[in-house]
C-alpha cells in the first residue's frame, strides 16, 4: 500500500465501513460525481485502499438512503436528489455541508411549521407526567444557557425534540433529526442575520399552554416561534443575502 492509499484510509477512522460511507456520502451530494461514471466497486476498494465488502456494505447503505442504485447492465449510478432520503440524518447533515442556502433553510422551515405546531397541540392532550417533566427540562436548559450555565442551541433542541415525543405519536417523534438540522442551521443564520436568540418567552408560552392542556393555546405559541423565522428568511430572501 503506498503513502497516498494509507492515508486515504487513514482519513477513514476506524470503522472503515462507516468511514467509507461518510466520505462517499459527502462526495455525492457535494457534487463530486455530478456527469461522472460513478466507480465500480473494484476501484472504490482501491482507492479507499479497504476490502471489496467493505466497500460493498457502504454501497448497499447510500443506496438504502436513495443516493445511489444498482441496475442490471448499468452499474451503480448516482440518483437524482428528488431520490435522496431527506429524512436521513446523514443526508441532511452532508446537504449542510454544501453551500448555505436560505432556500433550504425556507424548506426547512415550512416543514417545522406543519409538524411541530400540531405536535404541540397533541401534546397538551396525551404528553404524560414525564414527558412533561422533559419539556420543563428543556426549557429550564434554555434559562440556563441565558447565563453561560448551558449550550443554547443544544437546549432549544432538546425543548422541541421534547415537544414533538410529548405527542404520543412516534411518527411526529421521527422528525427530530429534521427538526435538530434545521434549528442547527437556523440558529446560524439569525444570529447572523440578526444577532438574535431563541426568544425564552415565546417557549414558555408553548410549555405553559401544554401544561395547561390548551392545546389551541399550545399550536398557536409553536407557530408564532417559527413564524417568525420565517419572517426573517422571507427578509433575507428579498434582500438576496447570503451566507458563506
Known amino acids: 500500500m503506498d503513502d497516498a492509499a494509507t492515508d486515504i484510509r487513514s482519513s477513514l477512522g476506524r470503522n472503515l465501513t462507516h468511514g467509507m460511507l461518510d466520505a462517499l456520502g459527502r462526495a455525492i451530494v457535494t457534487g463530486e460525481f455530478s456527469g461522472k461514471v460513478f466507480p465500480t466497486e473494484a ?14 456494505e457502504a454501497v448497499k447503505m447510500l443506496t438504502a438512503k436513495g443516493l445511489l442504485s444498482a441496475r442490471p447492465r448499468q452499474g451503480t449510478i448516482v440518483q437524482p436528489e428528488g431520490s435522496w432520503n431527506l429524512f436521513d440524518s446523514d443526508v441532511l447533515r452532508w ?10 433553510l425556507r424548506q426547512f422551515s415550512e416543514l417545522r411549521v406543519s409538524i411541530e405546531p400540531a405536535a404541540a397541540e397533541l401534546a397538551a392532550r396525551a404528553a404524560t407526567p414525564e414527558r412533561l417533566t422533559l419539556i420543563d427540562a428543556g426549557y ?28 404520543g405519536n412516534p411518527f411526529y417523534a421521527q422528525f427530530r433529526d429534521v427538526v435538530e438540522t434545521a434549528l442547527r442551521t437556523s440558529i446560524r443564520f439569525t ?12 417557549h414558555e408560552a408553548v410549555k405553559d399552554a401544554i401544561e395547561a392542556r390548551d392545546g ?15 419572517l426573517l428568511i422571507a427578509e433575507a430572501e428579498r434582500k438576496g443575502a447570503v451566507e458563506g
Do not use: C, Q
Not at 476501484?43 to 460493498?56: E, F, G, I, Q, W
Not at 440556563?144 to 415525543?165: N, R, S, Y
Open 43 to 56: 476501484d472504490l476498494a482501491k482507492h479507499y485502499a479497504v476490502s471489496r465488502s467493505v466497500t460493498r
Open 95 to 104: 446537504l449542510l455541508e454544501r453551500k448555505f442556502s436560505i432556500g433550504l
Open 140 to 167: 429550564r436548559r434554555m434559562v440556563a444557557a441565558e447565563t453561560g450555565k448551558d449550550d443554547a442551541l443544544d437546549a432549544d433542541i432538546a425543548f422541541h425534540v421534547a415537544v414533538l415525543e410529548a405527542s
Open 191 to 202: 444570529n447572523r442575520f440578526k444577532g438574535r436568540t431563541a426568544s425564552l418567552p415565546a
Open 216 to 230: 389551541a393555546a399550545a399550536r398557536s405559541a409553536m407557530t408564532l416561534i417559527i413564524s417568525e423565522v420565517m
